[in-house]
Nanobody, 123 residues
Framework: QVQLVESEGGLVQAGGSLRLSCAAS????????MGWFRQAPGKEREFVAT????????YYADSVKGRFTISRDNAKNTVYLQMNSLKPEDTAVYYC????????????????WGQGTQVTVSS
């Protein structure tokens, strides 16, 4: 059974940091590119970050560039999102996703999705 399970998010004060993790199972994790998306209340789901299968290439949305870092540990079948300097506008449900082939920046490009985890940044 294919599963992507995000760690629990949480409530963080503006300026603080939080690390999310996503544990994968049921597919060959090391051959899939991974991504993080988020969806804020009343908004569409948007691309946050992606990392390729070899961990040699990463891309970030402009809104998080310089603050967020995506990484992966293929030995643990886990992808991470380190979030620093958090802002209230980062408040959203965060989703991890796995992609074999497709548009790395589009929802439709990903094969598997996690259930999402809530991150709330207070001011």
């Amino acid at each position: 059974q294919v599963q992507l399970v995000e760690s629990e998010g949480g409530l963080v004060q503006a300026g603080g940091s939080l690390r999310l993790s996503c544990a994968a199972s049921g597919f060959t994790f090391s051959r899939y590119s991974m991504g993080w998306f988020r969806q804020a209340p009343g908004k569409e789901r948007e691309f946050v970050a992606t990392i390729n299968w070899s961990a040699g290439t990463t891309y970030y949305a402009d809104s998080v560039k310089g603050r967020f870092t995506i990484s992966r540990d293929n030995a643990k079948n886990t992808v991470y999102l380190q979030m620093n300097s958090l802002k209230p506008e980062d408040t959203a449900v965060y989703y991890c996703a796995a992609r074999w082939r497709g548009d790395a920046y589009a929802i439709s490009g990903y094969n598997y999705w996690g259930q999402g985890t809530q991150v709330t940044v207070s001011s």
